[in-house]
């Protein structure tokens, strides 16, 4: 027999007696006073979506929202019934959705989100994508030099643009080309799996990708993230919003020498109708927010290398070529067009910290026993955008994990990195490059986590800022009762290349084992003034000095990532924004 949901009585109370939006001056006919219980819905909703809907209907009034509960109009219940999708994942977002509808959203004052800008964020800025008919998975298709996919599927048509949607497919086979030759080409539009085709990689089979639209039961390891801890806001507002999770499958045994390259493109598109001050028709770009899923799932003693790569929608790929960049780009003037009514648009909130962009992204990481794994993962979205990333991997027994991070774009860009070591002898290890520039706010948390015995980890995160820019790294060891003979390094160095440019490091460790090796370490500082001095008396002018130093300090790590050619870039990258002045 199934049991009634019982939902909670929650009461409406004035904006100045707790924090929370201010109270419209004007309280909208039947919307409850301060003290009064709000209604009860029979929906998955609840009191939260009461607190939602109940409001005035006129054009001068905001909604009535309660202070608890401050979620726009985007992101209530009724939004799921567009994403579509098999019953488990309808089911799986309306769970989470219970969830986000009464967490929390976090400020500064959060101990997990100290020193962060996250009180910018304003939600009711953004709309959602949502998807069309599911794509069938992809197996062993043509080689790779083939210029047809093995699998088409929605190119670009879930945003309403196919041209767009072929330019981006394009920009993502020129990045793939740069790359060097595939096991498999994987692309995501915000709204979710765009194109898949795998290539005939000699003897394996075995190997899928696999949009989870079309999958009448979930991936087993699907949900692995919140199993290893990870929740939060942002963690329950991605499982309700995803549109699609994107699966890459290794069989056991199987081999995969070439990289899995999967493309998640993110930003505000082109596609809505409005007008101009003058009445003229104009097409008004859409802010979307976006929630990329990858899930890797490595099968028992095989072997796979996956580039997951963020990268602007709708613009240049910026590998080695042009990148977008610059400040905010106005809608084609200083004043704001106006929107028809029942346009679904997200309002401009250029400047004052505000996206265009949202990307709220998991990646989820199976490395089963006696399996390796490789993952790099490239992050270039536009200044315009925010980047909010988890990536969660578990580490079975004897199987090992090789993780390498390169962090470039974005207005603010925070990936928390969870590594749980589950099995005896399991290791990983962890790096991460990153650069930020102008005003760029560069924000890592890591977790090595610890749970068997003679497992080892190590965390190397090195990274520059300049011009007003901020890098913030709070990681931790965790070495669990049981996880003895373990060995667990964390190293965190950071440059500040600009008076105006901060960095913060926290490492932390918490032990509850004997018989154990742990160490950390952080550095914050300038440029070393001898380095400099030495080479300025060789006959080097001062900047270029100043370049060979912060190449040499990117050099090491670049040099161990797990695909050469993105090493390569990183440093490329790296070079040509400092030297072209955008650090200013």
């Known amino acids: ?248 499958m290794v069989p056991r045994g199987a081999e995969v020498s070439d990289p899995i390259l999967v493309v998640h493109l993110s930003g505000p598109a082109a596609g809505a109708r409005g007008t101009g001050p003058a009445g003229e028709a104009l097409e008004v770009e859409r802010h979307l927010a976006s929630f990329p899923t990858l899930l890797v799932s490595l099968g028992e003693g095989s072997s796979a290398s996956v580039v997951e790569a963020f990268v602007p929608y709708g613009g240049d790929v910026p590998y080695g070529g042009d990148v977008p960049y610059g400040g905010d780009v106005p809608y084609g003037g200083d004043t704001e067009p106006s929107i028809p009514a029942g346009d679904q648009i997200a309002s401009s909130a250029n400047g004052h910290g505000q996206p265009r962009s949202l990307a709220v992204a998991l990646t989820e990481l199976d490395v089963e026993r006696g399996s390796s794994l490789d993952y790099t993962c490239m992050q270039v979205l536009g200044q315009d955008a925010w980047f909010l990333a988890t990536q969660a991997s578990r580490v079975a027994e004897g199987a090992s994990l090789r993780s390498f991070t390169a962090s470039l774009g974005s207005a603010y860009a925070r990936i928390s990195a969870v590594s749980a070591l589950t ?90 084992e004997n018989d154990v090796r742990c160490s950390h370490a952080s550095t914050v500082g300038p440029i070393d003034e001898e380095q400099l001095y030495y080479l300025e008396s060789r006959g080097i002018e001062p900047t270029e000095a100043s370049s060979l130093i912060v190449a040499g300090f990117f050099s090491e790590l670049a040099d161990r990532c797990p695909v050469a050619p993105v090493g390569r870039w990183l440093m490329e990258e790296v070079d040509e924004r400092l030297a072209e002045g955008s650090h200013v």
Not at 155 to 180: F, N, P, T, Y
């Open 423 to 512: 099995g005896d002898s399991a290791s990983a290890k962890l790096l991460a490059g990153y650069l930020g520039v102008r005003d760029q706010v560069q924000d890592f948390r890591t977790l090595q986590d610890h749970h068997g015995p003679r497992t080892s980890s190590e965390l190397l995160f090195d990274g520059a800022v300049a011009g007003r820019a901020r890098s913030i790294y709070d990681g931790t060891i965790r070495i669990r009762n049981g996880a003895h003979g373990a060995n667990a390094f964390q190293t965190n160095h950071n440059l500040v290349l600009s008076e105006g440019a901060h960095a913060d490091s926290v490492p932390n460790l918490q032990i509850e």
């Open 1 to 248: 027999m199934a049991m009634p949901t019982v939902m909670p009585t929650v009461t409406a109370t004035a904006a100045d007696d707790r924090d929370g939006p201010e109270r419209p001056s004007h309280r909208c006919p039947g919307a409850p006073g301060p003290g009064e219980p709000l209604p009860r819905l029979p929906s998955i909703a609840g009191p939260a979506l009461v607190a939602m809907t109940l409001g005035c209907q006129g054009t001068q009034c905001s909604i009535q929202r309660h202070p608890r509960y401050p979620l726009p109009n985007m992101f209530e219940a009724s939004s799921l019934d567009a994403l579509g999708g098999p019953a488990w994942l309808v089911r799986r977002r309306a769970e989470a959705w219970q969830r986000f509808a009464v967490a929390p959203l976090p400020d500064e004052k959060d101990q997990d989100w100290r020193y962060s800008p996250i009180g910018k964020l304003d939600l009711g800025a953004f709309e959602i994508a949502t998807g069309g008919p599911a794509p069938a998975p992809a197996q062993s298709s043509q080689p790779a030099q083939s210029s047809q996919p093995a699998h088409p599927a929605r190119a670009g048509d879930a945003l309403g643009s196919g041209e767009v949607g072929e330019d981006a497919v394009s920009a993502a086979r020129s990045l793939a080309s740069r790359i060097g030759p595939l096991a498999a080409l994987v692309i995501a539009d915000p709204a979710g799996l765009v194109l898949a085709e795998i290539y005939e990689p000699g003897s394996l089979t075995g190997l899928e990708v696999v949009s989870c639209l079309g999958a009448k039961e979930p991936p087993g390891s699907l949900g692995m993230s919140g199993e290893l801890g990870v929740s939060g806001v942002f963690a329950e507002m991605h499982d309700a919003f995803a549109p699609d999770v994107v699966s890459v």
